[in-house]
């Protein structure tokens, strides 16, 4: 009866982490994510410019990013102005392709659905993904509201705060604790994709709506005008971009098959010494 | 046990490798969401039949769009899309400064009616500061004046069986080999009967120019820019949009845009 003993040593018990309601919610944000991202920089790519306030100046400037080409003495350029400061960015913005076959567009046709200037695809696109995002958040919010994932795990309590810099410090060393409930930095990520970017990217979107404006003019108030919710809109997207990009280096450096099967699976193998609870797997 | 793992295992990489894929070859393989007859597209434009309803249930057929102070028109209004047209029956009105033009109601009502210019300008007048949003993503703020459009059509008596107006214009935004297309679009009667509807006429206190839809226009505050026609001559009450143009009620729906235009 010793070998349990030896096994516990190596590895802590499997237990189930992600309910059904959490795993199915998550695998349809990333598609949604994917989707609404590509299909925005097509929606982007028709005006790439942004602005603050209600309307865009043409014949004042309010601007706050402008992505375009210009003609100079040794050929056109891709060119992008960020908050009055000028970047050649050749290649990526504003010019983007081959010699022989130059692209003027903001985003470069690898990043948008579809690959060429199509807006009314890119609407299509954008909207139904909207949508599925939306209502995939009501779900979540609901089940998690339930089953108390929005309680155990999300919400972030006083003991999560104050473990917070040993949290940092483990994490910027590398050492990952893989404990029956997420980490001080894990429920402060979420909290932060669910309760602010979350609904932030929803509202400025909706926003920019007018028939929405008409039924909810306090909205208008809320973002300080149309345009400003359409900057704030671009803004939340390259926050989500950036939480997708350190969500994916901390799957592959907690143990991508593990994460991985916990958001398959639900089953979430724990570290050596996590004490055992019933419904656990060996 | 450990085949299962395996092969659980295999699963998993494989679905990373994927999906690791996917997003590293660009997007050519999302294209055939761009051809407009594709099944996999049509069932995405569903989501702006959703659209559609969601809003019309939301929003009350009379609330208003927002209207802004004088001092947040700072700029004029930009023009957009069509800015000269150049058919001959446009080119004779403006010639004459539109002194013949003439605005005419038909298709489902009691009796076809047409005005002319004076004849709108000497109906109650409504002024109102909006916010034009262009599909693009651009907004501009304007004062349009004009008459609102539900009483002109009460005055041709619009038949219940009618559905929607469709609006035609004047100018050719697109020249073709087979000829000209004319601009079209078209509403529903909710957004007809909008009190901020209105055949507007007047521009920023001016005459409503060229660039921007001389001698009328139709505002639809909350709708996009494309739901709002320049040059119309003739508004048509009908009960079924697939016998105009393409079908889908209007030039850029016609190209794959939704007809609502709310969002």
Redesign the interface.
Known sequence: MSEPDEHSKKQGPLVYRQSVWTRLTHWTWAICLFFLLLSGLQIFNAHPALYVGQQSGFEFDNSVLRIGAVNTPEGPRGQTTVFGRTFDTTGVLGMSGTAEAPQYVGFPPAVTIPSFRDLATGRVVHFFFGWLLVAALFVWFLASFINGHLRRDILPRGADISGLPRDAMDHARFRFHHGRQYSPLQKISYFSVFFILFPLIVLTGLTMSPGMDAAFPWLLDLFGGRQTARTIHFGVMTLLVLFFVVHIIMVLLAGPLNELRSMVTGWYRTSPGTPPEAGDKP | MSNIILN??KL??GS?ALGSSL?LT???Q??F??ERGNPV?QA?????V??YRA?RA???NQ????E?AAS?I???M?PNGSTEPTTPEYMFLKAQNFAQYKLTIKGMVEREVSFSLDELRNMPARSQIT?H?????????AKWTGTALGPVLDMAGVKPSARFCVYHCYDNIQRTLSGDILYYTSSDLVDAYHPQTILAYGLNDQVLPVSNGAPVRLRV????GYKQPKYLHTIELVDDLTPFGRGKGGY?ED????WYG??
């Open positions: 659980r295992r998993l990489i990373a997003a660009g997007c050519n999302f294209d969401l761009g597209r995405l434009e569903q989501a702006n959703l659209t809003q939301l929003i009350g609330v208003l769009a927002r802004y947040e700072r700029q004029g930009k916010r949003d262009c599909v693009e993503g651009w907004s501009c703020i505050e909350r709708a996009l850029w190209n794959g845009y939704d709310g969002i």
